[in-house]
């Protein structure tokens, strides 16, 4: 690694968002980030993998990436990545997020997580969200849903989709479904565009804060005696329900 880019890894680790991993790099830059310094141990390696995966990104990736030396690599990271790649990206502005979450009319839910513990679950939401086209993801807690474990559970997709933390009585506008066991069966609801779609925490549920608000609590279907769902398939199912009914 030359010095300039060592220095500028240094200069910006503590406030920039670390994408760990080929497949995080490739879906920041695809989404428009602004990445200012990426590192490879192969870094031929990792282009033939954007030729073979990532062909519309692979000429921005050709320009970003540096190779260092594994041992380089390890110390920057605090879990080094299969693909030996990471780079570093500057967090979006909370005011633009914000903006987007708060947009009327919306042509997508906002996915809400209500006090959520697992960092590995609010990624994978993160993913589903971006994969689904939502709105965006609002946490509520004390979570950080921009945490490194996060983004890396999340694939990078983050900056394909609004991610911000708010308190639950600053929610974005628009009707609340709560997602609760003795909620009426998603299966006989439309949901609308502009939905906000709620769901507790993997260990206690929905706070009492975000129950008061809801207009509607939702079930899944489930088989009797099976207890709960993965909190990121509790929100895969309920976004599909969406984009199944709402078109």
């Not at 190779?67 to 605090?78: F, I, N, Q, S």
């Amino acid at each position: 690694m030359t010095a300039a880019p060592l220095t500028d890894w240094h200069r910006l680790a503590a406030d920039a968002v670390l994408l760990d991993g080929f497949h995080a790099l490739k879906h920041a830059v695809r989404f428009g980030a602004d990445v200012p310094v990426a590192v490879a141990t192969d870094r031929a390696a990792a282009l033939a993998l954007a030729d073979d995966l990532a062909p519309d990104v692979r000429d921005a990736l050709a320009a970003l990436l540096t190779e260092v030396p594994r041992a380089t690599y390890t110390a920057l990271v605090p879990r080094p990545h299969p693909t030996g790649v990471a780079a570093l990206a500057v967090r979006p502005e909370r005011a633009g997020q914000l903006a987007v979450l708060a947009r009327l009319p919306r042509t997508a839910p906002v996915v809400v997580l209500d006090q959520p513990r697992n960092l590995g679950n609010a990624g994978a939401v993160i993913r589903l969200a971006a994969g689904f086209g939502a709105t965006g993801v609002v946490t509520t807690g004390t979570l950080d849903p921009w945490h490194p474990t996060v983004v890396r559970a999340g694939a990078g997709l983050h900056f394909a989709t609004a991610v911000e933390r708010l308190e639950a009585a600053r929610l974005p506008a628009g009707p609340v479904f709560a997602l609760d066991p003795e909620g009426d069966d998603l299966r006989d609801v439309t949901l609308p565009d502009d939905a906000v779609l709620a769901f507790g925490s993997e260990r206690s549920g929905l706070s009492a804060e975000l129950r008061a608000r809801a207009g509607q609590l939702l079930s899944l279907p489930m088989r009797p005696q099976v207890s709960s769902y993965n909190l990121a398939t509790s929100v895969a199912m309920t976004l599909y329900h969406w984009s199944a009914t709402a078109r």
